[in-house]
């Protein structure tokens, strides 16, 4: 618009037509509807932060323990009991799932039978049959090995299969959907460079179906370490049956509580930022799309148009 | 069916007695026979669903045979004579017999987590067992041969169709293969990346590869085959020197395929 178009009404001066738009300013479409909506965010989210700022929360008591070395080993016994279910789960579940898609319809069947009797009973009932095993089982054997299940099945080691087992029974069907989504025509162009069997495993299936297993596995892996803390019934000493103890004998249930759920963020976030560098390395040669994607989301959420 | 006795070289590379195929209750193959030479160039075509692929799987035993012999270089494929019986082969011996046989795929089959060079390496250095440096070196000159000397380090999903259709022959060849299968190999392709597929397949076939390739490139046939099969219904319905079967084609379904093809 040149000057002699202000004021409005002065000029008669026609409208410019095709061809005549170039350099013209772009005016952007407001978006009144986001200012609204954030602000309504930003206002409920003050109220809750006062909410906690004014209750009758010790917030030093949080502080003093958040390191204390009672935590702190029970946030260790969260840590192991995590890491050794997690790895149960993936051996069994990769097992498990070679298995259901086994030629073979015993082993076909077998499986089936396991994931859905282990994905079907809830963890906490699963860990409390584990514990309270030698209730029918006084004595476990292994050829000429015998012991007293009690010394066998501690806290650790029902915590162990009550969680393990669980999630090897997702973990079969996470593995088995990532091997399924690789295509056919893999397989089939390794044999044709007359790969054997088990190198077209490792070499081709496995590592793509990687790809598509790792973000599900990621929850599954979150999911274990917070489901630990149902080990505290059977008395097993992790997180949050140490700040129950705590709690017990001084009376700062919430502050306690809110201890445990601190290092439950923490831990969780460690998880996602391995996570995150683990599914780079397995999206290698898949990156072009991601990114131009990523590039185009993040231009609709800055509200530019898009090329 | 008669198949012509002198062709170029000698000893049969392939020799497929009366096949039999079935998927289910589909017969598929319902007795293809066939010869192919050392250093001949055989381009098989017909209707989808004729057979022509399953043909060519049968080959490096990506399908089973049914029925029928099927003998390459003196061997039979898939079963191993004993006592009056034919006992089917392990995995593992299938994967040797598979190892001078390179084949290329209608829809390229790289594989998408490894590089152009990744891609041709793999087949010598976990089959063949040849070293680290020695593989790179010759995944590098075939790369060059098939003109993508600027490409090693691209992974599939950087590449066009017909890029990627090159890395695959270059892949088949690392394994020093006597004979390589090809189907339909520009069927994928968009029309202008055809043309530097089949540039590459010609240079292979001017350097005395024996060749078997299901395509529906009738310039391609005339000018490179050395015979060109007519398959249809699982059964070979005609065969000869592609000019002849392509400009004079004696049975009736040829000649209908033809017609629709050249338009």
Redo the contacts between chains.
Sequence with gaps: MTSTGRGGTTTAAPPPGPGQLAGLPRVPLRHYGRWVSAAVVIVLVALLVRAFAQGGIEWSVVGRYLTASAILHGLQNTIIITLCSMALAIVLGVLVAVMRMSANPVTRTVAFGYIWLFRGIPVLLQLLIWYNLALVFPTVGFGPFEARMIDVMTPFMAALLGLGINMSAYTAELVRAGILSV?K??I??????????N?IRR??VL??AM?VILPPLGNEFISTLKMSSLAAVITYGEMLETAEFIYYSNNRVIELLIVAAIWYLAVVSVLSVIQHFVERR?G??????PTRKARSIGRRLKGAPEQ | MSQPQTERGATPVVRAIDLHKSFGPVHVLRGVSLQVRTGEVLCVMGPSGSGKSTFLRCINQLERVDGGELWVRDELVGHKLRDGKLYELREREIARQRRGIGMVFQRFNLFPHMTAVGNVVEGPMRALKRNRSDAHAAARRLLDRVGLSDKYDAYPGQLSGGQQQRVAIARALAMEPYLMLFDEPTSALDPELVGEVLDVMKALAGDGMTMIVVTHEVGFAREVGDTLVFMDDGIVVESGPPRDVVSAPQHPRTKEFLSRVLG
């Design positions: 295509d025509g893999q089939e162009a390794a044999q044709a460079i007359s790969l054997t069997p190198q070499r081709i590592p793509q790809r397995f290698r040669g898949f990156q072009s799309t």
